[in-house]
């Protein structure tokens, strides 16, 4: 046990939740937070390597949304799911008084409290995908139905896409 990775509320979860995960440590680039970049490095499909972004509702409600790293969000969408009028970016300086996590280390899991989570549909393309471990430099790879279930969150196509039509 002398490189075992520290437990990060995410971890617990999972581990309460009797929930299989990999916990994969990784080197982190300050000038580059990106997900992409992070899927570079650990040599993984970035498809399949997941951001957590957070989103706000008009009514200051809180989504929580995850999509590939190498793809946008589609706000619009995301709002349909949600049963929201519109959803905008949580602002960076707000992150971690709404979920406990910083920017480039926000996980679905573990998060404050619970709130609403969409999970972009590709992730049922996948046996497992990687979501943060709760801090820079940890992913947790994991088997996105069991995640979808321990979370609630709901599946749907959030993302923006080249080929869908202008509306």
Same mark, same amino acid.
């Given at each position: 046990?002398? $490189?075992?990775?520290?437990?990060? $509320? +995410?971890m617990?979860?999972?581990?309460? /939740?009797?929930i299989?995960y990999?916990? @994969?440590p990784?080197?982190?680039?300050?000038?580059?937070l990106?997900? #992409?970049h992070v &899927?570079?490095?650990?040599?993984e499909?970035?498809d399949?390597v997941?951001? =957590?972004?957070? =989103?706000? &509702?008009?009514?200051? *409600?809180?989504?929580?949304?995850? @999509?590939?790293?190498?793809?946008?969000?589609?706000?619009k969408? /995301? *709002?349909?799911? +949600?049963?929201?009028?519109s959803? +905008?970016m949580?602002?960076v300086?707000?992150?971690?008084?709404?979920?406990?996590?910083i920017?480039g280390?926000c996980s679905? #899991?573990?998060?404050?409290?619970?709130l609403p989570? @969409? @999970?972009?549909e =590709?992730?049922?393309l996948?046996d =497992?995908?990687?979501?943060?471990?709760g801090?820079?430099?940890?992913?947790?790879?994991l088997?996105?139905n069991e995640?979808? /279930?321990?979370?609630g /969150?709901?599946?749907a196509?959030i993302?923006k896409?080249?080929?869908?039509h202008?509306g």
């Amino acid at each position: 046990m002398g $490189n075992a990775v520290k437990k990060t $509320n +995410a971890m617990r979860e999972l581990d309460v /939740a009797g929930i299989a995960y990999h916990a @994969i440590p990784y080197e982190v680039d300050e000038h580059d937070l990106s997900g #992409v970049h992070v &899927a570079q490095q650990l040599g993984e499909d970035a498809d399949q390597v997941f951001k =957590t972004l957070v =989103t706000v &509702a008009p009514s200051g *409600a809180h989504v929580v949304c995850c @999509i590939p790293v190498a793809e946008e969000l589609d706000l619009k969408a /995301a *709002a349909r799911a +949600a049963h929201e009028k519109s959803l +905008a970016m949580l602002h960076v300086k707000d992150l971690l008084g709404v979920t406990g996590y910083i920017r480039g280390g926000c996980s679905p #899991v573990g998060m404050k409290r619970r709130l609403p989570v @969409i @999970i972009d549909e =590709t992730c049922q393309l996948f046996d =497992t995908i990687m979501v943060s471990g709760g801090r820079r430099g940890l992913q947790l790879e994991l088997d996105p139905n069991e995640l979808v /279930a321990h979370l609630g /969150a709901q599946m749907a196509d959030i993302c923006k896409r080249e080929d869908s039509h202008v509306g």
